[in-house]
């Protein structure tokens, strides 16, 4: 419990130390040649989209939306986005990064109007020839996706502005010609805007070591060992204050494979645990399998696929705090039609399980299991070397086992995921790069 409190305590100064370090490292760029390094290296950007969204909330087929306290299901809404992108060669070392304002404004759901940003910055470090990694920081503001929140008939659905913030290091070394060796430390902040949501609030920090043989045609396995400290806001259980921090360890094996020059395969196994610190929620404890492979196939120039299947917990920044087990596949195709027209999809299928969690919603069931069906096109189309412009298609279908609790309970125990829905979204826009 100590070490978890400890890691957790670190892992807020990664935001600073990562900040520091990049811009140190600034200091060192050649002022005679400062200039010159960014020409051609730094790009402005101003982008138009609009979109039409028929299911806004994400709400039952079967849901009016006056039920929620909304006053339409489906609606457009345009956004204007500001940015720029730099990446700036220096010697072996390379910064990149990125920034862009997003400002949305909706036709008819005006209460959801936000302004949100996107940066990144990242330092591509090399010593020697044997020893590289990365540094660097991303921070998101964005409003949650209501595909995760649902009412049940009390008014209670708002814009949640959720800030995400995560600093990263990683290192890989080659012991020896044949012997590589890969480490990493990340902590990832996740900050609800809305008070009602801000019990699913978290912090973890993350750190990972492998050890790998590569071949001379880069083929490598090898084993891997990964930790994830978390830590959501305590929760008030009676007159109990109850800390949700858990610890969550797992090991396994990891392979990258060339069979051809068209074709790559990675895959990961791992045995994962999952303990919490407070002894009255051990009930909660989780051990058990994990697994994802991912086969990259490009028998062109102009068509390449790739096929994900994996058993997996699902990623904090899709789907909250709550503790979920996805199990799926996807294929991503994509075709260079012309020089100036590209096409790509994604056909994805998903089954989550829900599994017994302190963070998870009021209200949510433990054996509760969720289908979820998803498809997707975009085509790109650049008539000039400065403009893009982009149509969008999604289709989305979501089943479940949960019934919701009648009487709907009081808020904020009124949020729980929605038991079913359908949305269609489709979205055109225009780049303009300077």
Known sequence: MTAIRGAQGHAGLWFLIVGGVIAVAGLFLPAAKAFALWDDKLTLFAEEKATRDDNVFRISKNTAPEEIGASSRGDTYRTTSLGLNFDVPVSRQRFQG?????????DQLTGLDFTGHEGRATWLWQLGNDASGQLGYTENLTLASFANIVSFKNPQISPDPLKTRQAFFSAAYLVTPRWRLNAGVSGLELTNGDPARRSLDLDVLYTEVALSYVTPANTSAGLSARTEDGRYPKNLVGNILVDNAYRQTSAGVVADWTPSGASHLSVRADRLSRRYADMSLQTFDFVGHTARAQYDWKPTGKLSLAAVAQRDI??????????????????????????????????????????????????????????????AATLSYRPARALTLLFSAQREARSSNFVPPDPPPPPPASEVLPVDYVVNVFSVSARIAF
């Open 314 to 375: 699902f990623p904090y920044q899709d789907i909250g705090s709550s503790f979920v087990l996805v199990k799926g596949v996807a294929l991503r195709p994509a075709l260079r039609v012309t020089e100036k027209i590209d096409v790509s999809g994604t056909l994805d299928y998903s089954i989550r399980e829900f599994l017994p969690s302190p963070g998870q919603t009021s209200g949510s069931s433990t054996s509760r299991t969720d289908r979820v069906k998803s498809v």
């Open 98 to 106: 990125a920034f862009v304002r997003n400002d949305t404004r909706y």
